[in-house]
Each structure stands twice: as C-alpha cells, then as structure tokens.
C-alpha cells in the first residue's frame, strides 16, 4: 500500500448540538449524515455532515468531566476541537508520534476502522488522530464514524469544499514546524509568507494569534453574498465574508 495523508475530518466542540449543528446546516447547505452512538462512551454526543469527501464534526458533552468539557472550559468555547487525518499506517504514524515526545492518549478498534489519537496538549492547538479503515482506500469509499452511507448525503449546492484550516500561535512558525513533524509534511509558505501545510485535499495555514489555537476554517462555496446572508438571518455576526460558528471562524472563498 503505497503512503498517503489527507484531511478526513474537522471536530468542533459545543456545550450543546443545537443550535450550532442547525445552524451549520441552514447556512452552509449541509447535511447531517450520521450521529454515532460510539461517542456516548466519552459522555459525548454528535453530528456528522459531510463537505464534500470531508466530515464536519460536531460534538458536545451530556455528563461532566469529559475531555471535551475540559477543553470548552479552558478555551472559552473557542478553537476547533481535532483535525482528523484518514492514512495508510495510523500505528506507524503513532509510533513515530511518540520518537518525537508526543503521547498517544486514545485507540479506537472498531473493524474495519482503526484510529489512533494523539494528546492534546503535546499536539499543541488541538487533538490529531489518524486512521485507517481496512480495504477502502477510497475517499468516497466506507468510513464507519460518518455512517454506512454517509455519500449519500453530500450536498454542494451551496458549499462546494472544506480547503482550508487556520491556525494560530504565538509562534505560527513553530506550530508549524512542530504539525509538519507529527504528520510528516514539510511546512512551505503561501503567497502571504504564512507558513501552512499542503495536504492533497486541504490546506493548514498559520498565523499570529494569542495562544495555540485551530481558530478558523475556509470553505468554497458557490455564492458568497447568500451565504452572508443566510449567517445573518441565522443571528451570527458576519464581518467582511467571515463569521464566528461553533467556536471558530467560518471563512468564504469563491
């Protein structure tokens, strides 16, 4: 099998699913394919909608004390929660994960699916998992966490893709520095000067911030004006072609 990386999914946090996941829906014409009851385990419940061949995530806690809980209360509810990346060898990658000080913290084995998350806090920003579901290689092929048939549910009409996530860091360079060696994708600049990393299917770029953080995600969508105003009809403050959603920002691209 020959090596791979891509962007599979993008976990945001909420205190609750509602209203962030109807409003998600409403204004960027997605779909809920797939609520998975494995997450219950956590203490945690979500939605799945698909952009394009990549899964947006929302989660939220029912009980106290979990993971997620702790990260609402640290952040504020701001940042995206894990960046999630589908790959050829996950163990591989959590093997190398750890030769350079970072902690697996969680394994997922649901065959045919296999996951492995890496801890936060040596990640930095957010959590990473990476995983592998046996005999689809496939990005349009099965992927148990969205659901058996969660292709059914893509919707482009109004949101074409997921292309880009940002990232911000006191210190982009190093946060990009230190991503690129987890996941094992050399840091190049864009037109800007920002350090980000290219995958095949998304883009992560960094930029100056405060503190670590997965502070926003870039969409391509087909008329920038409606979605504008679908986010102000849904009561989001909309600045320039952006608006903050589910604790991050939601950028506009044609």
């Known amino acids: 099998m020959a090596p791979y990386m891509r ?14 996941v109807g409003d998600i829906s ?3 014409g997605l779909e809920v394919c797939y609520r998975d009851g494995n997450v219950a385990k ?11 061949t990549i899964l947006l995530e929302v989660v939220a806690p029912f009980q106290p004390g979990t993971a997620a809980g702790r990260f609402i209360d640290k952040t504020g509810g701001r940042g995206g929660y ?13 093997r190398h994960a750890k030769e350079i000080g970072v902690r697996v ?9 296999h996951g492995v ?39 482009k009409d109004v949101t074409q893709a997921l292309t880009g996530v940002e990232m911000q860091s006191p210190d982009p360079s190093g ?45 391509k969508v087909r008329d920038i004006d409606a979605v504008r105003h679908a986010a102000k009809t849904r009561g989001q403050p909309v600045s320039g072609d952006s608006f903050l959603l589910g604790g991050v920002t939601f950028h506009l691209a044609a």
């Open 82 to 94: 894990m960046a999630i990346f589908c790959c050829d060898d996950p163990d591989g990658r959590a």
């Open 117 to 155: 998350q890496l801890h936060p806090r040596d990640c930095r920003a957010a959590f990473i998992e990476f995983n592998h579901t046996d005999g689809s290689d496939d990005i349009l092929g099965a992927y148990p966490p969205a659901g058996p048939d969660w292709q059914q549910s893509i919707r």
């Open 105 to 113: 913290a969680n394994v997922i084995d649901h065959a045919p699916y």
């Open 26 to 28: 409403a204004i960027m």
């Open 42 to 52: 956590y203490g945690l419940e979500n939605a799945l909608l698909p952009v394009d």
């Open 175 to 219: 946060l990009a520095a230190h991503w690129g060696r987890i996941i094992g994708i050399p840091v190049s600049q864009n037109n800007n000067g920002e350090p980000e990393l290219a995958l095949p299917n998304c883009t992560f770029r960094f930029v100056q911030g405060t503190s670590d953080l997965m502070s926003g995600l870039t969409f």
């Open 7 to 20: 962007l599979r999914q993008i976990c945001l946090v909420a205190p609750h699913l509602e209203p962030v």
